[in-house]
């Protein structure tokens, strides 16, 4: 596939990076310098520098023979522009990194005959992101595919968890559940029976959706409910999830340092109760009585803000907390220093923009352990070897595993002897290396 990426910033870059690793022809488009020649250095992809929304730049980019293009600046008109003269041009696809809320907001503005095929809002993405984990407050992630009623999630087992030193095999239970994958020591493991479970082990468990608590409390997991939640940062990512735990009865304050925010903040929200200060003041955190929050979700604009005040929330006495980074580099720290979930606005984008690019009927593409690995959500062909047949007598590729299938009411987590029929929605977990095997399977082929 020919893809044009106009913008070289955290996220354009990491789509590149990972699009070349899978041969396709990649040509990224850049109006910074030094960010050009970061790419030049490090990517095997063609660089170009110019401006997106130029046609000039774009024919550099041999645009008219694009199968996709991904507009992913900073600047949201430059990014609309863009597909609406990519689209000119016949490309296929079209997708747009698009902030303001005003754009989204016009009617017929996500019609595919404005030019846009996508429209992603980053923050909103995230928020609702931090919602869901939320929701399901003992997990490091949690997804949801089939409408809803399959759920993945990703859980971190520690030294009390009854599971441990337990082979896989042993772990009998009378509700239908499947561990898809293993990250041990930052290396994902696709289980077997004889794998033994051991102690900083992230386990990620795909089951029924009403099933899963029950699931969690036999692999030594209490949910615990959450009420309160303190929100560091009134920007667009703490007012949207604000705004949602409000519909959904959660307790929230938020903390915000600018007070023209705060003003906007007040008059938008209705039930937020809105803190002019600054979060790394531990006398204000302890004024605030943060202790008694469940939980803290810091996403100020900042990562070491984040980092600190996640830092100062546990030492006093603040049971969760979730930090939005988004510099890689710091996600290692993030396990060390105890903070329990680390947020990647970048990474949520690119899982929400791969499943444009991946082939085949695809529902939902989702990015696990750092993008160590992918769960596909797709559509099963009307023919082709990967129906109708027994799922033990298919010679699936190293890496990939079927963790649930969804047919018409029905979840089934398979075994060898369950077959795939044509129309069902599949969840696919499939290590890098192997999910152009899994396009090709579901493609027909």
């Known amino acids: 596939m020919q893809i044009v990426i106009i913008g070289a910033g955290k996220v354009g870059f990491s789509l590149a990076e990972k699009l070349s690793e899978e041969n396709h022809d990649v040509f990224l488009i850049e109006q910074n310098r030094d960010r050009l020649a970061v790419v030049e250095e490090k990517l095997d992809v063609q660089a170009i520098e110019g401006n997106g929304a130029s046609i000039s730049t774009l024919m550099k980019a041999d645009v008219k023979n694009a199968d996709l293009l991904i507009a992913v600046t900073e600047i949201d008109e430059i990014n609309i522009v863009a597909c609406l003269l990519a689209k000119q041009y016949g490309v296929e696809k079209t997708v747009a990194r698009v902030r303001n809320p005003e754009y989204v907001e016009i009617s017929g503005f996500r019609n595919t005959t404005m030019g846009i095929d996508l429209v992603i809002n ?156 600054d979060g790394t003041d531990l006398s204000l955190l302890e004024e605030e009585d943060i202790a008694n929050s469940d939980l803290l979700v810091a996403v100020t604009g900042d990562d070491k803000v984040n980092l600190l005040v996640s830092l100062l929330a546990k030492h006093l006495g603040v049971s969760k907390t979730i930090a939005q980074i988004r510099r890689s580099d710091y996600v290692p720290l993030v396990e060390k220093v105890g903070i329990d979930v680390a947020v990647s606005p970048r990474m949520l984008t690119a899982g929400a923009i791969l499943k444009h690019i991946r082939r085949g009927d695809i529902i939902s593409v989702t990015l696990l352990g750092g993008a160590k690995a992918e769960m596909l959500e797709l559509v099963a062909p009307c023919s082709g070897k990967i129906v109708n047949t027994p799922l ?38 499939a290590l890098p290396h192997a999910v152009k095997k899994v396009e090709e399977l579901f493609a027909g082929r």
């Open 392 to 429: 033990q007598n298919l010679k699936f590729p190293r890496g990939v595993l079927i963790g649930a299938i969804a047919r018409g009411e029905q979840v089934i987590v398979p075994t060898g002897a369950d077959v795939i029929r044509p129309g069902d929605l599949v969840m696919v977990f």
């Open 122 to 277: 980053p923050e909103m993405v995230t928020a609702e992101t931090i919602a869901k984990l939320i929701d399901v407050p003992e997990a490091l992630n949690v997804e949801y595919y089939a409408g809803g009623r399959v759920q993945l999630l990703e859980i971190s087992v520690d030294g009390s968890a009854p599971v441990i030193g337990k082979r896989l095999a042993e772990l009998d239970f009378d509700i239908p559940y499947l561990i898809v994958a293993i990250l041990r020591d930052q290396r994902m493991i696709i289980p077997r029976g004889d794998d033994v479970i051991k102690s900083g082990d992230i386990l990620f468990i795909m089951a029924e959706t009403r099933e899963m608590i029950y699931i969690e409390h036999f692999l030594g997991q209490v949910r615990v409910p959450v009420e309160e939640v303190t929100i560091l940062g009134g920007g667009s990512i703490g007012f949207n999830l604000a705004r949602i735990l409000e519909n959904k009865n959660y307790k929230v304050k938020i903390i915000e340092k600018d007070y023209k925010k705060c003003q906007a903040l007040s008059s938008q929200l209705q039930k937020t109760l809105v803190i002019n200060g």
